[in-house]
Structure formats: C-alpha cells, structure tokens
C-alpha cells in the first residue's frame, strides 16, 4: 500500500469519502492498524490515560510522544502518522511550538502535528506549516483544557459556545491546517463547521456530519469494559479475552500443564542424559 498524504487526505472531502483515523502508541498496534488498511493514526497524547495512568494528559511530555510516534512509525507502511504536542509544548510562542514541532517529525518521524485551540492556537499553526509541516488542528472538548473547562464536557451547546468552535475551526484552516479534529460537540455543528471548512473534519463524539471518524485503538477495542461513554462504539471486547487468555496461562504454569514436550527443546536423548548426569 503506498503511503498516504495530506493530499489523499484533503482530496477524500472533495471525493466524499470517509477518513479513518485511530491512535495507536507502540509497534504491536501499529502493525495491526496498518494490516486493517486506516488512512491515519495518531499517537494521542491519551496516551498519559490509556497507557501510563494519569487521570488527564496534562501530565505527557514532549519526549514521551517523541519516543511513541518513533516505535509506532516503525510499524506503519500505509497510514498518515500524526503525533500530538502535549500540553506546554507550543502555548508558549509560535518559535516553541515550530522547534517543538519539528522535533516531533525529526526524532519521532511524524509526518504531521496536532495542536488544541482554536484561534488562540492559529499563530503557533501558521508558523509551523510556514516551515514545511503540516498539521491538524482540534477545537471543541481539548482535553488539555481540562481545567479550564470544569471537566471532560461537551463544548459548544451554547451559542456563544458554538460560535466560538466555528471561528475556531476556521481560524485553524486559515493558518494552514489541512484538517481539524471536533471532539465532543453536538452532531449538528460539526456538521456545519464540516460544511463551512474546504479542509476535512475528523470527528469523535461529533456525530455522522464530520468528514472522517477517530477512536481510541483500545477504547474501540473495548481493553477497558468499564469504559462507556455515549460517543463509543466497541467493536472487540478484548478486555474478557486478554483477561480469559492470562487466567488459562495462569492456571497451566501452576498445573505444570505448560510448557508441554512441544514447547521444550531437547538437546539429547533421555538416554544419553542419564548416562551423562
Ligand atoms: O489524544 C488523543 O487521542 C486525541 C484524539 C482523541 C482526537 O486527541
């Protein structure tokens, strides 16, 4: 399969099909997201939640997404791989964020960036698409806003609030975003954002009206069944196969019933073993 671009990418909108995006965080998920054939994959700065534990991503650092984007890279062929700046690493300057953004792509070989924010984010975009790298914007519920927010809520229901994430997300594709992440906002406005923006919109809990669809790889992979929220479809629940599978290996190794003869190697004869000790 021959990589996919930014330009396959923004051509999908105007051909009306549909853009596949799931994070994946190491090699093994990165293999197997590439096998189904997606068109990108982000290595999320979810990964503070869904990998080390934290409550929130505000914790993830710069070389925590560098040293992700760099085992996932290794397991693509096809998809479009987009690393996250974690929380700090551009809010500070549109120079922070393009050497931040640059490290993603050199050391962590990304081939596009995202940043949270909307307008107030568009200088620190349009300085590093300036430089040659493209990114993703996302507006709506960024979760680095956590604080800010009061919480991981839906945004926009107000119209204030929904003004502001459609001048947000048009101030992101005016700085040079060549798509937009709209996460947690009511089906309605994405979809008019979508119909508004000549750029593609990837949608999570953003209802059918964006252009392309982004999952957390272990959320849809139902790792974790306590996890239930409105906007998540599972397609697995591997959290009773993981879980049933390590009980089994458990349960051998105590019986002795694992490893059998065709998991060990023999060297010698029984025989000759006897002879020799
Ligand atoms: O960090 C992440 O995984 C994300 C997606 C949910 C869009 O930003």
């Known amino acids: 399969m021959a990589a996919i671009t930014v330009q396959d990418i923004r051509r999908k909108k105007g051909a009306g099909e549909k853009i596949v995006m799931v994070t994946a965080y190491d090699f093994t998920m990165a293999r197997l997201v590439d096998k189904a054939g997606v068109d990108m994959v982000l290595v999320g700065d979810s990964l503070g939640m869904v990998v080390q534990g934290h409550e929130d991503t505000l914790p993830v650092t710069l070389e925590e997404v560098i040293y992700h984007t760099r085992a996932v890279a290794r397991g693509l062929t096809g998809p479009h791989l987009v690393a996250d700046m974690p929380f700090m690493s551009y809010q500070l300057s549109p120079e922070q964020a393009l050497a931040n953004a640059g490290r993603l792509v050199k050391e962590g070989r ?3 960036v ?7 984010t568009a200088p620190a975009v349009a300085r590093i698409v300036e430089a040659g790298i493209p990114v993703v914007g996302h507006v709506g519920l960024t979760p680095q806003s956590v604080h800010a927010m009061g919480g991981f809520k839906v945004q926009g229901r107000s119209d204030a609030g929904a003004q502001a994430v459609m001048r947000g997300a048009k101030a992101l594709e005016e700085a040079g ?3 937009v992440v709209l996460e947690g906002i009511p089906a309605d406005l ?13 949608g999570i809990g953003a209802g059918a009206g964006a252009d392309g669809q982004v999952l957390v790889c272990t959320d849809l992979l139902g ?7 409105r906007f998540l479809k599972r397609y697995a629940e591997l959290e009773t196969t ?20 065709e998991h060990a190697f023999q060297r010698r004869s029984p025989q000759e073993i006897k002879r020799l000790y």
Not at 114 to 120: D, P, S, T, V
Not at 190 to 202: D, F, G, H, K, N
Not at 223 to 229: G, H
Not at 242 to 261: D, H
């Open 242 to 261: 993981i879980v049933g599978a390590f009980q089994t290996y458990a349960a051998e190794v105590r019986a002795g019933t694992f490893p059998g003869p």
């Open 190 to 202: 994405a979809a008019a954002v979508t119909a508004s923006l000549a750029v593609p919109t990837v």
């Open 177 to 179: 975003a060549f798509c």
């Open 223 to 229: 790792f974790d069944l306590s996890f239930t929220p």
């Open 114 to 120: 995202k940043l949270e924010g909307g307008e107030r």
């Open 110 to 112: 990304a081939q596009s």
